[in-house]
């Protein structure tokens, strides 16, 4: 297996789809996976494998029980949260190989525990008024691709 170029997490997703087009994006970029229990399907989800298509045997994912497992297992590394109550962009962060880009659940977002004492570390994708969010597969496929962008994309090769 390789070093993954970055770690995404999906703190406690709830759709099966989204979680299979997640995991499709971290193949093509070479990024792990992380997802922080409880889930909102079971990991032998037939809309899961279907969404992931023929690449889920090739994702590099890993389920965690809760989030201080996460931290456990992750290790020290930066990590970028992401979250509509976010004041800073996305695009002002420094990106760097290894970075962990944590999602929360498509109704809940993440916890503001999880945001309480790091608004450096807290980012945004600007969207209009008239739209509550995002889809998750897109947003994380908006910041991986920032990410890549800001360390080269030559890192795919």
């Known amino acids: 297996m390789y070093e993954p170029i970055l770690h995404v997490v999906l703190y406690e997703p709830e759709i099966p789809l989204n979680t ?6 971290c193949v093509a970029v070479r990024a792990k996976l992380w997802l922080v229990r409880p889930l909102g399907f079971q990991i032998e989800d037939r809309q899961l494998k279907r969404a992931g298509l023929d690449y889920w045997e090739h994702l590099d994912w890993e389920i965690v029980d809760n989030y201080q497992m996460l931290l456990e ?19 002002e962060a420094s990106f760097r190989p290894g970075d962990a880009l944590v999602f929360g659940s498509e109704t809940r977002g993440l916890p503001p525990s999880l945001l309480e004492g790091q608004p450096d570390r807290a980012l945004r994708i600007p969207i209009c008024a008239q739209v509550r969010s995002l889809n998750l597969a897109v947003s994380v496929g908006v910041a991986v691709y920032e990410a890549l962008r800001q360390l080269g994309f030559h890192r795919l090769y």
Do not use: D, Q, V
Request: hydrophobic letters at 30%; aromatic letters at 16%; zero cysteines.
């Open 20 to 25: 299979g087009n997640i995991g499709r994006t």
């Open 73 to 91: 297992r992750l290790g020290p590394r930066s990590m970028w949260f992401f979250s509509k109550r976010a004041s800073r962009l996305y695009t």
